[in-house]
């Protein structure tokens, strides 16, 4: 992801910081991205749904607590990697707060060196939470936490820079469909499943087609530092079928789940939750080359992510 537009201050990605800084603890608080920490919530409420009456109240709790501290150290450690990366610098077209990231190391806010230290502190707490609950669980769950601390570090960081590769839709994909809803499960229930894999696997692709989207309005300083995702390497105009095939892979997912028994019939009751995705089309099939005009089918992409999960969740509980 970029940042803010317009290019670093000079010195700030190592600024110290100082005392207008000391008087700004809400940038800690700011670097994690707080409001796109729903969208680990699903992958919780999914895994819980497919433990049912085996969930541990301790075993929820420290799962939540995990699954939130696991997203906001990614989203720190990508701000991190893409300003070290020169993406941010380069970015002119970033559509805030949906692309961009943070944008505290462009402003001075927060330097590097603090945005990384912080990221690691987030990488460490979720492991001790971890290891709490590997000691109920089984230490087995530990590989689970151990895929998702690399992917998750690799997302966007050296030596793996996995979304320049052209992988982060499906890294998302495998932590926010998979990785998440099997620990979740593995965590409150004392065993792994493969129910979790099947029902989580419909929210990773809208996850996935989040990610997917965000990219359009950064694709130029992506570009320029190397970060060669789909979007950069197709062009706009091809690239814009990806996202609708995104939102028809889960649906898709989601029907062969339940009509294999995997899933309760009212699962599909999250199929109203991609509603958005059709005016969401629409607009990036319009606008793709004009970052500022997708601004609406951002939103409503967040709004379908975010639906699409939670209507899932209550599918599963029905």
């Known amino acids: 992801m970029s940042s803010l537009e317009g290019p670093a201050l000079e010195g700030t990605t190592g600024v110290a910081e100082g005392a207008g800084a000391r008087r700004d603890p809400a940038r800690w608080l700011v670097a994690t991205r707080p409001p796109f920490l729903l969208a680990a919530l699903p992958p919780v409420g999914i895994g819980l749904m497919t433990a049912g009456a085996a969930a541990r109240p301790l075993g929820v709790l420290l799962t939540l607590l995990g699954a939130i501290l696991a997203h906001a150290a990614a989203n720190v450690l990508n701000d991190w990697a893409d300003a070290r990366s020169g993406t941010d610098a380069a970015n002119r077209h970033r559509v805030p707060?949906?692309?961009?990231?943070?944008?505290?190391?462009?402003?001075?806010?927060?330097?590097?060196?603090?945005?990384?230290?912080?990221?690691?502190?987030?990488?460490?707490?979720?492991?001790?939470?971890?290891?709490?609950?590997?000691?109920?669980?089984?230490?087995?769950?530990?590989?689970?936490?151990a895929a998702g601390a690399l992917l998750g570090w690799g997302y966007s960081a050296p030596p793996l820079n996995l979304v320049g590769r052209g992988l982060g839709e499906v890294t998302v994909a495998v932590c926010f469909g998979g990785l998440l809803p099997l620990g979740v499960h593995w965590a409150v229930s004392g065993a792994p499943a493969w129910e979790p894999l099947v029902a989580g696997l419909p929210y990773g692709l809208v996850a996935a087609a989040l990610?997917?989207?965000?990219?359009?309005?950064?694709?130029?300083?992506?570009?320029?530092?190397?970060?060669?995702?789909?979007?950069?390497?197709?062009?706009?105009?091809?690239?814009?079928?990806?996202?609708?095939?995104?939102?028809?892979?889960?649906?898709?997912?989601?029907?062969i789940g339940v009509t294999r028994g995997a899933m309760p019939p009212s699962a599909l009751l999250a199929l109203v939750g991609l509603l958005p995705g059709i005016p969401a089309t629409r607009r990036l099939w319009r606008d793709h080359r004009r970052p500022a005009r997708l601004r609406p089918a951002l939103a409503m992409t967040v709004a379908l992510v975010l639906a699409f999960g939670a209507l899932l969740v209550v599918g599963l509980a029905l």
């Not at 949906?98 to 990488?123: D, P």
């Not at 979720?126 to 000691?135: D, N």
């Not at 320029?224 to 690239?239: D, E, I």
């Open 97 to 145: 707060p949906f692309t961009g990231g943070a944008g505290l190391i462009q402003s001075g806010r927060l330097g590097e060196g603090a945005t990384l230290a912080l990221g690691l502190a987030l990488v460490a707490l979720g492991l001790v939470v971890a290891t709490v609950l590997a000691m109920q669980a089984g230490i087995g769950l530990m590989a689970v936490v």
């Open 211 to 255: 990610l997917y989207i965000n990219q359009f309005p950064d694709r130029l300083a992506d570009a320029r530092a190397g970060k060669h995702h789909w979007v950069v390497r197709l062009g706009t105009r091809r690239a814009r079928r990806g996202y609708p095939l995104l939102l028809l892979a889960a649906a898709a997912a989601l029907v």
